[in-house]
């Protein structure tokens, strides 16, 4: 209800919805200096989470910078990226499954070199569907992560990977878009197995849901991380491709944090 009472885009839902589906409060906004004092006043423990590329507006006690092997380079490539490699406490590399052996040797490489103090621990990147049964064999629209699939680089995300393992046929959306959907294809040419989820506001929504309609397809695999059926309406029937995060070394990611929150209550200093 509160991000529609202000009007979220679908960008800022991505960023909010899957933090207040698990429970968390979640404070946003422009003034960094308010928003901090306000969730400190509430919480005991603040998680700043920084999105796409962004370095964290506080100074935090504990910084944990994930990598992702899928795009190896890129760390060094974007200054905040690289800013983030180079002050992380614990550096996280996620989808660990889904990565080659060279992507994941730059990325200790680069970790040795710019980083050496970090902590580096692996995750997976596990993905299901909430209704594979739906999706098996079918003709599949998928919408991704607009971020990611457009300026990200990313031809593909979870709701690709997912309806390609269901065995699903991925329906190129591009010959049904419209207006900036249509732009968005013309602007990012690696993009054509998969729809971005753009909405930045009343006209991309609009194109969004319309091209989503024309698209000739037995249903929508939505891999963007929010209920995309509650942002528009249309008449295909859609299926979450979620993922989650799962250990894929030792220690642990949980065990890093404990050992780091024990250490700081016991008096040994704030970290980073």
């Known amino acids: 209800a509160d991000l529609d009472r202000h009007e979220c885009t679908i960008e800022e839902r991505e960023e909010y919805e899957p933090h207040i589906a698990a429970g968390s409060v979640v404070y946003a906004g422009a003034d960094y200096e308010k928003i901090l004092a306000a969730a400190e006043r509430e919480a005991d423990v603040v998680v700043w989470d920084g999105g796409n590329n962004d370095t964290p507006f506080v100074r935090p006690d504990l910084l944990v910078t994930l990598l992702d092997p899928l795009r190896a380079g890129d760390e060094l490539r974007y200054f905040p990226s690289r800013w983030n490699l180079e002050r992380a406490d614990v550096l996280l590399v996620a989808k660990s499954e889904e990565?080659?052996?060279?992507?994941?040797?730059?990325?200790?490489?680069?970790?040795?070199?710019?980083?050496p103090r970090a902590r580096l621990v692996h995750g997976r990147s596990p993905i299901a569907l909430d209704d594979e049964a739906a999706v098996r064999g079918k003709r599949a629209l998928v919408v991704e992560d607009g971020p990611t699939t457009t300026h990200g680089g990313m031809g593909y995300g979870a709701g690709y990977l997912a309806a390609s393992r269901a065995g699903a046929t991925i329906v190129d959306p591009r010959p049904w878009a419209r207006g900036e959907i249509a732009e968005a294809f013309a602007r990012y040419p690696h993009l054509h197995d998969v729809l971005p989820a753009l909405g930045y506001g009343n006209e991309q929504l609009a194109d969004l849901a319309a091209t989503i309609e024309r698209v000739e397809c037995d249903v929508v695999v939505?891999?963007?991380p929010i209920d995309l059926g509650h942002v528009i309406a249309v008449g295909k029937p859609m299926v979450r491709a979620r993922y989650s995060y799962a250990d894929a070394s030792e220690p642990t990611l949980g065990e890093l944090v404990r050992d780091w929150w024990q250490q700081r209550s016991r008096g040994g200093g704030a970290g980073a």
């Open 99 to 115: 990565a080659t052996e060279d992507a994941l040797a730059t990325l200790h490489a680069n970790a040795r070199t710019h980083n």
């Open 222 to 224: 939505v891999g963007t």
